[in-house]
DNA sequence: CGGGATGTTGATGGCAGTCAAGCTCGGTGG
DNA sequence: CCACCGAGCTTGACTGCCATCAACATCCCG
């Protein structure tokens, strides 16, 4: 009967869910799916407000549903890291940790499918498919954090500028390569600046200088950016 | 007669394994370690030697059982961050990849245990406690990559090199928090640099400057530190 | 002892941070 | 409909930190 009603309850809840195909439930199915389920509450955020804070107990993990956060590390004087930025279909969280090291702030309004940390490293282990997929996330998570260290330790500001709208462009678009194309930014300039490791005036030196090599036009308050020509943007970012 | 001679091989090769305790493969036991041990193959790198170079085809997967290796990633024209090092007892690869991202150089003279890369991902859905213990480190891994992002993001020269003194200091003790110690620094000044994203004069200038302020003081040509106030350090590396 | 590699010290310049003023745009209310 | 307001973005002037280039010191090893 509890199978039944746990089995209903995936259906109704993840079968139709938004990021079905995209987040870490994705690759599990059947009584494992039903698990995952049960123990699966939505939880909207508004644009600004803290899902976990740095220090605080670590009690849950997510995927998120719709909207974009970002993951922060700060330093004792207050200043800000953007360490990742979390779309639809992420998962967010650090299993197998007590303590919260970092801070996740929604950046939009979000939407969320919430799981208790414990229950849910309890899932991991009765459902192997979702394991893997975790740590296949994790893989990938920790190559996009280590070639952002190379950004951080190594590159200019005109480079991390560029290079940042050239990774705008490839999650825009699904592949398609046009020279030119329109894509919002979906952060503040201040978001960017942690984001990159720069001022907000360094980065909105770099977008006027951007403009000026008619790489690039900004229109709506420098919230959308008509990309020009992406190789004078992919030339910049990688240099020599 | 297979699985026997496996498991022969497993007492021999793993169990008394000079980082049996510490190494990802110390999570398993019995058949799975055995199947494990039978595809591990030990491999000696000379200190500067390259293990997989960013771009190859991603073969191999290992655990470090001696020596001191670096995970460098580089710019187009040439520019090089250190992104991690690696102890004994560390794992080594990204399976699930088809291309290795990254470089991998022993620092010092290295003693490793190789894995085939997609026999070892077989092993890997086979042995639940090996994937177990892989996720785990994979999510410290990430979070010490974010810690270090924030580090190479926001603070100065003088907390880098200070923090990276603490850090030392830590990985040296086991826990006993001595107001002061000797540590060695097990990479040269170069690649100190490239860990930290600063040059080597930098570095060096930082050091003296610590020196001049009585909380260090170097021998061996710079390569062993006597550490005289962890206190001051730990301020220095955390300001405000 | 000598030579090469590694580390330190010095002089200089450029890039990005800081502080401060002005601008743009969207929203609100008269 | 338009004037106003405030948050976010841009631009400007200046400073300071760290990279660069270059010389020198030190250590290790043959």
Redesign the pocket.
């Known amino acids: 009967m509890w199978n039944i009603h746990a089995m209903m309850t995936a259906n109704s809840r993840c079968l139709d869910c938004a990021v079905r195909e995209t987040a870490v439930c994705g690759g599990i199915d059947g009584s494992d799916l039903a698990t995952l389920s049960d123990i699966g509450r939505r939880r909207q955020l508004a644009a600004g407000q803290v899902l976990t804070w740095a220090g605080d107990a670590n009690l849950l993990c997510a995927s998120v549903v719709t909207g974009i956060l970002k993951v922060t590390a700060s330093t004792a004087n207050g ?1 800000e890291q953007i360490v990742g930025l979390l779309f639809a279909g992420d998962f967010v969280g650090q299993p197998f940790s007590e303590e919260s090291t970092m801070t996740v702030t929604a950046l939009t309004a979000s939407d969320l499918c919430i799981y208790p940390r414990e229950r849910f490293e309890r899932v991991l282990g009765e459902a192997p498919g979702l394991e893997r997929e975790l740590l296949r996330r994790t893989m990938r998570s920790l190559n996009d954090a280590r070639e952002r260290m190379l950004t951080l330790g190594q ?6 500028v560029a290079g940042f709208l050239v990774d705008l462009c490839e999650r825009a678009e699904g592949g398609i390569s046009e020279r030119s194309l329109t894509v919002d ?1 979906p ?7 942690d984001y990159l ?13 951007l ?1 000026a090599l008619d790489a690039i036009t ?6 959308s950016i008509l990309v020009k020509d992406r190789m004078i943007l992919a030339a910049l970012a990688n240099p020599d």
Do not use: F, H, N
């Open positions: 200043r590159r200019g500001a005109q480079e991390r930014v952060v503040s300039r201040g978001d960017m600046a490791g720069l001022t907000i005036e360094t980065v909105s030196r770099q977008l006027t200088r403009k900004l229109t709506r308050a420098g919230r």
